[in-house]
């Protein structure tokens, strides 16, 4: 049988999970330069796939256009105007795989992401946790593609994709001296996030010790707290707002080191090729959504029986008395900066 050579690419939300796709469409196209790809998502991710050249970019608007079943029906009319030959649906929820039924309906070849519930069920309960590393998220998507039949084997290596400063950002690169560290300090479930006391520290340490920090990421309230610490420490600036996501790219492909929670912007860092140093507390790597290309000693964590807790982070993770994300201090990052300088 012929491989395809159009493919829809389903992968809907969320931030992260996108980037990742982003990460295996990049290698998938390198390998496979005359399959097209209609990639499917929220028209805010569309930037995560520029200079991708064989990748189209159709937006998915769950809000209007494309809101409920018959929005999805209308989805699916939009799609089959490409004369695609396959479905890769990255996602595997509900909408998805409405969309997956539809197409299926019609004789479509239509393969679906595993996303090893059932491992990730084991890993994360109370008791008995077994605790092993899962199979990388990456490698999952990647798994969807090889079922259509391409034979694609992923690098794992970070590769540095340098873009210009946005114009808006020059002031932030003006002193060559200094070195450019990110961080993203924030994500969607407060289990995930390091105390905003414990990150002061390691700001104050950095911006005394030759560092320029870009602190991204975030609504409004982060806002407020970004804007805080860019009162309190020297060299501090915050991106908050201030750019498009096409532009916080093109920034941290410029820097030099990130730090982030177990959120988008460690799947960001990755897609621009940039090392990036990640905490954890209620959620664990072995889950499988390491950064792309990111080294596992570069997850700063502290083992404990009761962790994880969750796969997404949604859930408390009590360790003794202290949350999971609170074992790790101030200390231990500051000393895995330095360790790389």
């Not at 309906?105 to 092993?132: S, W």
């Not at 990388?136 to 998507?141: F, G, H, K, S």
Request: proline letters at 4%; hydrophobic letters at 40%.
């Amino acid at each position: 049988m012929p491989l395809p050579q159009r493919i829809i690419v389903t992968r809907f939300s969320a931030m992260g999970d996108v980037a990742m796709v982003a990460s295996v469409l990049k290698e998938f196209c390198q390998r496979y330069p005359a399959v097209e790809i209609i990639m499917v998502s929220r028209q805010f991710f569309a930037p995560f796939f520029d200079g991708i050249k064989n990748v189209k970019f159709h937006p998915f608007e769950p809000k209007t256009v494309h809101k409920g079943f018959w929005g999805l029906v209308r989805l699916k009319k939009e799609l089959a105007q490409y004369g695609a030959d396959a479905v890769a649906d990255l996602h595997f929820n509900l909408r998805s795989r409405v969309l997956d039924v539809l197409f299926s309906l019609t004789g479509m070849n239509v393969k679906q992401l595993d996303k090893g519930r059932a491992e990730k069920k084991a890993l994360t309960r109370k008791e008995h946790k077994i605790k092993r590393q899962l199979r990388l998220t990456v490698e999952r998507y990647a798994d969807v593609f090889r079922t259509l039949g391409f034979s694609i084997e992923l690098s794992h290596q970070l590769t540095p994709n340098l873009q210009d400063v946005p114009k808006g950002a020059f002031s932030l690169f003006g002193n060559f001296e200094r070195r450019k560290i990110g961080i993203s300090p924030f994500a969607q479930h407060r289990y995930k996030v390091f105390s905003q006391h414990k990150m002061a520290q390691v700001i104050d340490h950095l911006t005394h010790n030759g560092y320029d920090v870009l602190l991204f990421g975030g609504g409004e309230e982060e806002f407020q707290i970004a804007q805080n610490w860019t009162e309190r420490f020297p060299n501090t600036y915050n991106t908050i707002g201030k750019f498009t996501l096409r532009e916080e790219l093109d920034i941290i492909s410029n820097l030099d080191l990130m730090i982030s929670m177990d959120s988008s912007g460690l799947h960001m860092a990755s897609l621009m090729g940039i090392r990036c140093l990640s905490l954890w507390g209620a959620t664990h790597p072995y889950a499988g959504f390491t950064g792309y290309g990111q080294q596992a000693a570069d997850c700063i964590q502290v083992e404990h029986p009761d962790r994880p807790s969750s796969v997404y982070g949604n859930i408390p993770c009590d360790c003794n008395g202290i949350e999971a994300i609170d074992l790790i201090t101030p200390e231990m990052v500051i000393e895995k900066i330095t360790a790389i300088r």
